[in-house]
């Protein structure tokens, strides 16, 4: 289905969170017709990155079934470096998917109009980041089929996990995460998916839709449950942005290594998430919106907004890595002040010189309007910290344990080609996850876009008559 709005796509600029001419029903039908159009009118560039990302994705298979068959001596993991990427990766799975939270939950209580159109898209990435971390734990045990050992289950030998390694908050942590996460985003598609169903052309979809619906009919006791459990959802979600990471962060910071052993991991992890998150964001909705001509729905006001949340908290970011540094330094403690001096001139030192050039100086560009406002500079940003965020969490983890107190026990750690393969698979998995759910389900939220509009002076109406509610169909 194409309408006349479909070839226009035109950015409004920064100062507007949608584009001018749209009512209540062309926004649902610019939003449905992404996933209801038929299949052989789906753009190339959608197929080309399915493609790529399954392949990709083939990565992962391959190195989970050698790791598997094998064990973990696959890996680079060696004495004294008992944790690669395994867990650098799963750090930083976790932090990409603490964007989705924050603009879902903690901009919808700010009452934030310009969250409308990517909150719903933020909050996908979220789940598919959070299931690429889960299964980096299970995988580094090696024996992922006794994963139930790690839970308090009765056993006759009477073994209990650990309750003060953070290795077992972490479980807690980490599944309330998704769990509450899972829910706050169906809950939040339940209209969507009424609207859809009554779109819909074929029974299949009719049926399918419906059964996800939940019964929806719009009615006004409908929305005023939907309400008061959504604003409970975002409630009890916004705590977890803040708790997630930093029991991510005890992992370290309970422990004596030097490197590990700070007060300011938690929020500065807490800070590299959201860094990590927002950066995900653009560098997935920069391409969507380009593919699907979503230009007028995802406008530059979000790319811009987001800019500059990512350059505020890689502020906050920058601030931690001084501090590392300072207090290294003004501690007196020989191992801490090594460790900094490591990191900084050591075998790995391109790896940490790298992580702040990504981290530090190249996002400062997002001053300049010109670059937050320029879609391609924009991109290139965004890529640059994911990839210097992942380079912190690979600092951090590696330099730390690779020269502890004992230089006797010193050694180098080198990822083996399996280390890369899962780590490649892992994003082709997400990849494959986020291709595939702008596609079947819609990734604008149709009845929140449409209470924009009712925000909206009534002359931002092109049809010049009474529009219909927002709470109701089209």
């Known amino acids: 289905m194409k309408t006349e709005l ?125 299931a ?18 790690m839970g308090p289950y009765p056993n006759s030998m009477g073994l209990w996990p650990q309750p003060r390694s953070p290795l077992v908050w972490d479980v807690f942590a980490v599944s309330t995460y998704l769990t509450v996460s899972l829910i706050f985003w169906f809950i939040g598609l339940v209209p969507d998916l009424a609207t859809m169903r009554d779109k819909a052309k074929h029974n299949w979809q009719k049926v399918t839709f419906g059964m996800f619906a939940l019964g929806w009919r719009g009615s006004a006791r409908h929305w005023a449950r939907y309400q008061m459990a959504y604003l409970l959802l975002g409630g009890l979600a916004t705590p977890l942005v803040v708790s997630v990471h930093t029991v991510v962060s005890f992992d370290f910071a309970v422990s004596m290594i030097p490197g590990w052993h700070t007060t300011i991991f938690p929020p500065y992890f807490v800070a590299g998430a959201i860094y990590s998150g927002f950066a995900m964001v653009l560098t997935l909705a920069i391409p969507t919106r380009k593919w699907f001509h979503l230009e007028d729905l995802i406008t530059m006001r979000h790319l811009d907004a987001c800019a500059k949340l990512m350059l505020g908290v890689g502020l906050i970011v920058a601030y931690g890595y001084m501090m590392e540094a300072f207090m290294s330094w003004y501690s007196g403690n020989i ?65 730390s344990l690779h020269r502890d107190f004992l230089p006797s026990s010193w050694g180098m750690y080198y990822p083996t080609m399996w280390d890369w393969a899962v780590l490649t698979g892992t994003i082709g998995f997400f990849l494959v996850l986020m291709v595939l759910f702008v596609r079947v389900l819609p990734s604008i939220s149709i009845f929140e876009v449409r209470e924009v509009l009712h925000h909206l002076a009534p002359h931002m109406l092109d049809d010049g008559k009474t529009s219909p509610s927002p709470a109701h169909g089209d």
Not at 62 to 87: E, N
Request: charged fraction near 10%; aromatic fraction near 16%.
């Open 132 to 149: 690429q971390a889960g299964m980096f734990p299970l995988l580094h045990m090696g024996r992922p089929w006794l994963g139930y050992w």
């Open 6 to 130: 479909d070839e226009q796509a035109i950015d409004p600029g920064p100062d507007k969170i949608i584009a001018p001419g749209f009512t209540y029903t062309t926004v649902t039908e610019k939003i449905a017709g992404v996933v209801l159009k038929p299949i052989q009118t789906t753009p190339k560039q959608w197929w080309i990155s399915l493609f790529l990302a399954f392949c990709a994705m083939q990565g992962l298979m391959a190195g989970a079934f050698w790791l598997l068959y094998k064990g973990t001596g696959v890996w680079g993991i060696m004495i004294p470096v008992g944790w690669g990427f395994a867990i650098v990766n799963f750090v930083w799975w976790i932090g990409i998917g603490h964007a989705g939270t924050l603009i879902s939950a903690i901009l919808l209580l700010l009452k934030q109009d310009w969250r409308t159109s990517i909150n719903r898209f933020a909050e996908a990435m979220t789940l598919f980041a959070v």
């Open 335 to 399: 191992y801490e002040m090594f460790m900094y001096k490591n990191r900084s001139t050591g075998p790995y030192a391109f790896f940490f010189w790298m992580l702040i050039l990504c981290n530090i100086l190249i996002p400062q560009s997002l001053w300049s309007a010109k670059v937050r406002q320029n879609i391609p500079r924009l991109f290139f940003v965004s890529i640059v910290v994911n990839i210097g965020m992942w380079l912190e969490r690979f600092i951090i983890v590696i330099t």
